[in-house]
């Protein structure tokens, strides 16, 4: 027989093996070990009883070295979506096998499973203790009936085993000073028997996260009763549709996600929860945890590859049937899916950054295709797909315009920094009205949510004299200063490069260096002067590297423990702290300045979504909005959270400018090691491009020209986009330019959809 491959190489794509008369013949998804150049590797199954072209003959055709699985250990259907996402993304297949797969299954491991031993009493050690074994002499083959002698040691483990009925984890005797030795004894003398049991590495157990207190008997709003009821029915109709659930934040969109979740569990199919960032992933998976029970498992690059492998495992065996993940527990392996909800659709986070470059909310859609279910986005600031889609009905559009209970949004107000910079100087962080309010709640015993997107303590390092920066040797951008005092170091957020910060201009020798740009350490640092009674924490990429920490603090923060919380977006969205009625946000404008059509959209939706994290319990709350752009129209709508108007204004631009959702795009990325060559590259391909649709029927070609980024992790990057409304045709087009280049190809980089330009 022969089968198609997919082995875990990302450039590679599908490869043809022959399975001996000796191995037992594979399923689509059973894993092979297979010989790849001087080693083996393990693959997955893509597909059987293929056909080879007519130039290749049998005999060269490599036979596989083993199979481990009869049946199926990835499923089909999961198979055939990791094949459309190499396909549709222009990967190679072994790109996907990561995401497919699971840690520590690439062999047929006994290991991959924890084990512990257990040591339990026998009815000759029980015998001994109660005295029904008569003590005397010593002798170590001691059975039932025979003499025992017991030291005052082996009394004390032989009572700590005999106090639990099912046994003791050796571990745990080791830890109140009982040896691995002693016990070995006693097993000789035929007290106790030591037997190694299976532990399952479940991830709620270390999560400090509890899901929050339900209300009994709680009604819906009427918009959530309708948005149900529709639901409901799309759900009981087994066919595959496409809902855009548009709540404003604080509309009660997890409560519907619940009901019908458990409507779609009553009918015995499965629930595949996405959810953006790991940072949601615990609570959003405890109130899952709260509602289904252990039935609820979850997926994400956070945990431990041994939990990761125990969940992975669960799903595949039928033990749960609710999946809640990140954009890679698409691929999860779970049964008979009738609904996938995807939670903050709009998310960047949902689009992977290295090959595959798969967008998680699209790959989700293409399998609730495949599994004739409904598939559910859920937003209150949808991505301009999205709801472009529902407004030209391509998706069922279902709006939640109110908060649950009537609770009021709240009142923002908009902050001119131009004038504040006028009246206290260009150093000032915190308005005046800011301040006060930050004030206010502290006195009221209320909290807040300070948001500046934007990491460090500074941005810039620069010479008063000659007007040079601190930049990064590796890339186009300027190194950012961490931390304080002796330990400052500016670093570069790409590559990671890191120096101590200079005394002196590396230009021009001068010592007249001054730092510019503010970022969220120094945002914390200035608020524990301001108010150093007050319990401040900091929530970003540098504060919560150790695992547990952004869950830890999180919980304090939701727990009162907390007085002010300052972060990045990551604590933007989804997120519910009901005592929190102030939110200040110190830059709204930090990303308007980028080279990226995205821009106007993703501060609209930062904004709406941070400003939704205030006000979520009985008090009201107030947004604070610090801008130099203050009429700027993403800002405007951002602030009345009006998504409709902002949609409008935004389209204007983007058919203007023939961007998405008007056409499709494919960003391509070219490197080399000098900028001429990554431009002669770049070129070489467009002119391919070009010549393979000259009258631009089906695509057209912008650029080559410097990326925003023109220089990354050393090498220079040249950029071109493929614009048109037949995304197939400039895939291939594409595709069959970087097949005359083998050379360019694996230097370049193919983002299809993409969420960023940069």
């Not at 595949?272 to 899952?288: D, N, S, Y």
Request: proline share 6%; glycine share 8%; charged share 25%.
């Amino acid at each position: 027989m022969l089968i198609s491959v997919v082995v875990p190489v990302p450039a590679l794509q599908e490869l043809t093996y022959d399975v001996p008369d000796d191995q037992p013949p594979p399923t689509v998804g059973a894993r092979v070990v297979v010989p790849l150049g001087t080693r083996l590797v393990t693959g997955i199954v893509a597909a059987c009883d293929v056909s080879l072209p007519p130039d290749v003959s049998r005999g060269s055709v490599r036979p596989v070295a083993r199979v481990l699985d009869r049946e199926a250990f990835v499923p089909a259907d999961v198979v055939a979506l990791a094949r459309w996402t190499a396909d549709y993304y222009g990967a190679g297949a072994g790109a996907t096998v990561t995401a497919v797969l699971p840690p520590l299954s690439r062999e047929a491991r006994s290991d991959a499973h924890k084990t512990r031993r257990r040591a339990v009493i026998t009815q000759t050690g029980a015998a001994a203790l109660s005295g029904g074994v008569r003590v005397s002499g010593s002798r170590s083959d001691a059975g039932p009936g025979r003499l025992v002698s017991l030291t005052s040691k082996q009394t004390e483990a032989l009572r700590l085993i005999e106090s639990a009925p099912a046994g003791v984890p050796v571990a745990d005797l080791a830890r109140q000073g009982v040896g691995s030795q002693l016990i070995a004894r006693l097993a000789r003398q035929n007290l106790v028997t030591v037997h190694l049991e299976r532990v399952e590495r479940d991830p709620f157990d270390a999560s400090p996260f509890s899901a929050p207190p339900v209300e009994p008997g709680r009604r819906l709003t009427p918009a959530q009763a309708v948005a149900l009821d529709r639901l409901t029915h799309l759900s009981a109709a087994g066919r595959f549709r496409v809902a855009l659930l548009h709540g404003v934040t604080g509309s009660g969109k997890t409560e519907v996600y619940l009901r019908l979740a458990a409507e779609v569990r009553r009918a015995g199919r499965g629930v595949l929860m996405l959810v953006p960032e790991i940072a949601l992933t615990p609570a959003v998976a405890a109130i899952f945890r709260e509602a289904f029970g252990r039935e609820v498992a979850v997926q994400h690059s956070g945990l431990s590859a041994g939990e990761r492998h125990d969940q992975w495992q669960r799903i595949r065996a039928g033990e749960v049937d609710v999946v809640v993940g990140t954009r890679s527990a698409v691929f999860a392996p779970l049964a008979r899916v009738g609904l996938i909800i995807v939670d903050e659709e709009h998310d960047g986070s949902y689009k992977q950054d290295e090959s595959p470059r798969y967008n998680g909310r699209d790959v989700a859609i293409v399998r609730g295709r495949s599994n004739e279910a409904l598939v559910v986005l859920g937003s209150a600031t949808p991505s301009l797909e999205s709801y472009h889609h529902a407004v030209t009905g391509r998706y069922e559009h279902l709006v939640l315009d109110r908060r649950v209970h009537d609770r009021p949004l709240a009142a923002v107000t908009i902050v001119d920094m131009r004038a504040e910079y006028a009246a206290e100087g260009p150093e000032v962080i915190f308005s005046r009205t800011l301040r006060d309010a930050i004030e206010t709640r502290l006195e009221r015993n209320e909290q807040a949510l300070i948001l500046l997107n934007r990491r460090g303590f500074s941005t810039a390092v620069f010479c008063r004299q000659c007007a040079g920066t601190v930049d990064c040797p590796n890339c186009s951008v300027s190194l950012v200063v961490h931390g304080e005092g002796s330990a400052k170091r500016a670093r570069c957020h790409y590559c990671n490069h890191s120096v101590r910060v200079p005394q002196a201009c590396l230009l021009c020798g001068a010592g007249y260096l001054e730092q510019s740009g503010v970022g969220t350490e120094q945002v914390e640092a200035h608020l524990r002067t301001l108010f150093p009674a007050a319990r401040i924490a900091r929530v970003d990429r540098d504060a919560i590297r150790r695992r547990g920490v952004l869950q830890s603090l999180l919980t304090r923060f939701r727990d009162g423990g907390l007085d002010v919380l300052v972060g990045t977006q990551m604590i933007a969205k989804g997120h519910d702290f009901p005592a929190v009625t102030l939110v200040g946000v110190i830059s709204a404008d930090v990303g308007l300045g980028m080279a990226d059509f995205r821009a106007a959209e993703r501060t609209f939706q930062l904004l709406t979504q941070v400003a939704g994290r205030a006000g979520r319990g009985d008090r009201k709350g107030e947004a604070i909005v610090q801008t130099l752009y203050p009429d700027h129209y993403s800002i405007q709508f951002a602030c009345v959270q009006d998504y409709p108007g902002f949609y409008d204004r935004e389209l204007q631009f983007r058919r203007a400018m023939r961007y998405p959702p008007v056409l499709s795009l494919i960003n391509t990325v070219v490197r080399a090691k000098t900028f001429v060559g990554a431009m002669a590259d770049a070129t070489a391909l467009v002119v391919r491009l070009r010549a393979a649709d000259p009258d631009e029927e089906s695509f057209a070609v912008l650029g080559p020209a410097p990326a925003p980024l023109a220089r990354l992790r050393g090498e220079f990057r040249v950029q071109f986009l493929v614009k048109g409304r037949d995304r197939r045709r400039m895939r291939e087009a594409l595709e069959a330019a970087l097949a005359t280049r083998p050379d360019v190809s694996k230097r370049t980089m193919v983002d299809v959809d993409p969420v960023s330009v940069l």
